[in-house]
């Protein structure tokens, strides 16, 4: 299966469950995403249609004016009762709320922080303006309801100690647990290379997992990856990333893969193309044995490791920029402002100036 077919069985799959969840949405949604299809990508029109359910399953189940209404069957007179209350209720509702398995029937909870809540007001705004263009509404309400306060986290990274931590927790084994040893027996190589292809490169989880054998020159050390809104870009690994890449391509070339993923270069143990979820565990599982006081380390916060270091090392928020595939410079000086910060900190204790003469 090429790259291509790869991106495109993946885009399929979305955009069977965007159309699934489009029965479920009132008609206008539908012409929403129509109105959209060519300037965002599968993925992001699929988030904004489960932040339209979520809201329009609020209205009708906590909003008595909407009680006897399905979201399916909604219309413009309907959209005429929505207040802004509702939607500042709706941000409330959404820090902390229920729900149910559909196979199970049990609820489990679900808490959203500053940046849920507001992608999914952001989505409400989207949709109301679009209402309100087409005539639909007298306003976008949506707009009077106040979006919440982002706070500003450090970066999360592993320090230089902590990288060799991990790296020797998947040489050795120290660390895990006997069935998680048995694992690692049979997943070392693909281990080790994967993540040294985030510390050494700072690829993201999406673009790891997509790679294909033929994406990969070792002669040149170097590697196509496809970027989230579909470029394709060719990046170099340093020489540790490629040794340990050579190895495993070794390894995998005695593996039989399962049809369809045989140009897949990491494969899971039942010989199908990795998941995004398997690559984000073995990450978690070898992190917390380097840096057990930091529980959130990922694929991405690896890719902000090398993007730190990176930076730290050449001083250069483009060539960062370039590397990490940002489209725009400013998301990449908005996550490494802190240490934009401390160069200019260091610039002025390293200037000299005469000392104060003595009166």
Known sequence: MSEQSYRKQTDIKRLNKLRQLEKELPIVCTDFFRSIAQTTSTLTRLAYAYDFRLFFQFLCQENPLFADCEPRF??????????????????????QYYVSDQETGESHVVQNHELGIMRKLCSLRSLFEYMFK???????????????????????????????KMLDAVYSGDGLSEHQRKVSANTKSRDLAIILLFLGTGIRVSECVGINLSDIDLDNKAFVVT?????????????TVAEALEDYLQVRSEIIPVEGHEEALF?????????????????????????????????????????????????????????????????????????????????????????????
Not at 74 to 91: C, G, N
Not at 141 to 155: D, F, N, Q, R
Not at 227 to 239: A, F, H, T, V
Request: no cysteine; net charge positive; aromatic share 6%.
């Open 74 to 95: 909604m219309d413009e007179k309907d959209f005429a009762k929505v207040k802004m209350r509702d939607i500042d209720t709706f941000q409330d509702y959404l820090t």
């Open 134 to 164: 087409n005539g639909l509404i007298e306003a976008n309400i949506a707009t009077l309801v106040s979006l919440p306060k982002i706070h500003e986290k450090p970066i999360l990274r592993l320090e230089a100690d902590e990288m060799r």
């Open 227 to 239: 970027r989230k809104g579909g470029d394709q870009s060719i990046l170099y690994m340093p020489d």
């Open 267 to 359: 494969l899971s143990l039942q010989r199908k193309r990795i998941t995004q979820r398997a690559v984000q565990n073995l990450v978690k599982k070898y992190a917390l044995i380097a840096a057990p006081l930091k529980k959130r380390i990922s694929p991405h916060k690896l890719r902000s490791t090398f993007g730190t270091n990176l930076y730290e090392e050449t001083g250069d928020i483009y060539l960062v920029a370039d590397v990490l595939g940002h489209t725009d410079v400013n998301t990449t000086r908005k996550h490494y402002a802190a240490m934009t910060d401390l160069h200019k900190r260091e610039a002025a204790r390293r200037i000299q100036l005469p000392a104060k003469k003595e009166e």
